[in-house]
């Protein structure tokens, strides 16, 4: 279990990751939830719903089981989208860190690219930022439709990483007309990664316009 210590550390972190894609424009409004995975445990600390992203403090979290259950009196309420990092946890052992985030040349690239099921990026220097160093370098990120009922986005989103195409170097999964979900082996990491699919949508959108 995380010490009351690291979960303050850990907080700290997600506030600073979230003031940050706050002010690129990817978590307005109270949109997005980010959460660091307990050590040796199958809990997590997530950000508590209807929260001010650009204005978080280490006070607006609490600690979800993966069915999105809080273990500990709290007064805040769990996002519903909480059952996403459970199954996301579930499904990939090493991820310490998920972020969720809406941005727009996300959510752009996922419409566009729809009907094949996934964006892809080649021979692009920032797909080193997503731990891929291969030489000219070509991955997909996968698409899912944003199903209502979260539920039901969750299973669709296990279903994805347990299946035969999905591409374990991806460390994402992009949610149609909505955000990218990007999970990483600690905080920093995850940051990262959120940073990099950013830059990559990004350049893939303009350069099709």
């Not at 909480?82 to 996300?106: D, F, K, S």
């Not at 009922?149 to 149609?176: C, K, S, T, W, Y």
């Amino acid at each position: 279990m995380r010490t009351l210590e690291h979960r303050r550390q850990a907080a700290d972190q997600m506030v600073d990751a979230a003031r940050a894609f706050y002010k690129h424009g990817w978590l307005m409004g109270t949109s997005g939830n980010l959460s660091v995975r307990d050590p040796g445990a199958d809990t997590f600390l997530i950000t508590a719903s209807g929260k001010d992203k650009g204005r978080l403090t280490t006070t607006d979290f609490l600690v979800c089981d993966p069915d999105a259950h809080p273990i500990e009196p709290t007064p805040h309420r769990p996002s519903a989208e909480t059952l996403v990092h459970g199954v996301i946890y579930r499904a990939i052992a090493e991820a310490g860190a998920i972020y969720h985030v809406h941005q727009v040349h996300a959510a752009l690239c996922s419409d566009r690219d729809w009907d094949q099921g996934k964006t892809v990026f080649e021979g692009l220097e920032m797909i080193k930022g997503l731990g891929v160093w291969q030489r000219d370098a070509r991955i997909g990120v996968p698409i899912v439709e944003n199903h209502y009922d979260i539920p039901d986005l969750a299973a669709a989103i296990g279903e994805l990483l347990a299946g035969d195409d999905f591409d374990p170097r991806v460390p994402g999964v992009n949610i149609r007309n909505h955000g990218i979900y990007a999970w990483g082996k600690d905080a920093d990491e995850a940051k990262r990664h959120i940073e990099s699919f950013g830059y990559l949508f990004h350049y893939s959108w303009e350069r099709g316009l």
